[in-house]
């Protein structure tokens, strides 16, 4: 168990729809990261917040957005959802916004239909 | 732009047997971070090793090892004496310095078969 929370385990729902994933960070950790792990695109890194602040964009679509809340747990926002954005997102977290060890959590699979 | 390639997709090994996973990068940074990361078929993605672009020693964390050569731009881990329960996919990653901007390599699916 990496100490990294995200809720749902399992989601599914219909195109053009919007969802938010949620993820908790270990206890003191201030670094937030996403991922989108899918078949046609392999493993990216969507985007990074440090302490609130977004630190680092990756290969973010415009239709997704996150942020990171005052408690540190962050939420990702995925909407006007494709069949394409079916994936797993995982959610990491870091003590320091510079990449040292990232713990995992379980990963949201997400399925569009 | 930063790129990992993993040139090998599937790896098929027996007990006991070593194994070497290569990773090459491409970037234009000369601070950057180097990853390894374990997918077993449970789903999760379990941290391996970080190696900074300065550090080029070679490290061994029991059965695990990497070597860095910045050289021939590699990043290569070593399994020595695999098990089982080393099955998994293994992601290389790149990172930026100063970012948690990562690029994934496509990943190796290793199967240790007893």
């Known amino acids: 168990d990496s100490g990294v929370t995200q809720t749902p385990k399992h989601l599914i729902t219909a195109t053009g729809q919007r969802v938010t994933l949620r993820c908790s960070p270990r206890?003191?950790?201030?670094?937030v990261y996403w991922y989108q792990q899918s078949l046609d695109q392999g493993l990216q890194f969507l985007i990074q917040?440090?302490?609130?602040?977004?630190?680092a964009k990756g290969n973010i679509l415009e239709r997704f957005s996150a942020q990171q809340f005052p408690d540190l747990h962050s939420e990702l926002n995925l909407s006007s959802l494709e069949l394409g954005d079916s994936a797993l997102y995982f959610c990491?977290?870091?003590?320091?916004?510079?990449?040292?060890?990232?713990?995992f959590g379980p990963g949201t699979r997400l399925t569009v239909l | 732009a930063q790129k990992v390639t993993q040139a090998q997709t599937e790896i098929s090994v027996v007990e006991k047997e070593d194994v070497t996973l290569d990773c090459v990068y491409e970037?234009?940074?000369?601070?950057?971070?180097l990853f390894w990361y374990k997918q077993p078929p449970s789903g999760e993605l379990v941290f391996l090793i970080r190696?900074?672009?300065?550090?080029?020693q070679n490290e061994i964390s029991g059965r695990y090892s990497w070597n860095f050569q910045k050289s021939t731009s590699s990043f290569n881990f070593t399994i020595t004496a695999s098990q089982v329960v080393d099955s998994a996919v293994y992601f290389c990653?790149?990172?930026?310095?100063?970012?948690?901007?990562?690029?994934f390599g496509d990943g190796t699916t290793l199967t240790v078969k007893p």
């Open positions: 990491a977290s870091s003590y320091s916004p510079r990449e040292d060890e990232q713990f």
């Open positions: 206890s003191g950790d201030l670094s």
């Open positions: 917040y440090y302490n609130g602040e977004e630190r």
């Open positions: 970037t234009r940074d000369t601070t950057y971070y």
């Open positions: 190696r900074n672009s300065f550090d080029e």
């Open positions: 990653a790149l990172s930026e310095t100063n970012a948690g901007k990562s690029t």
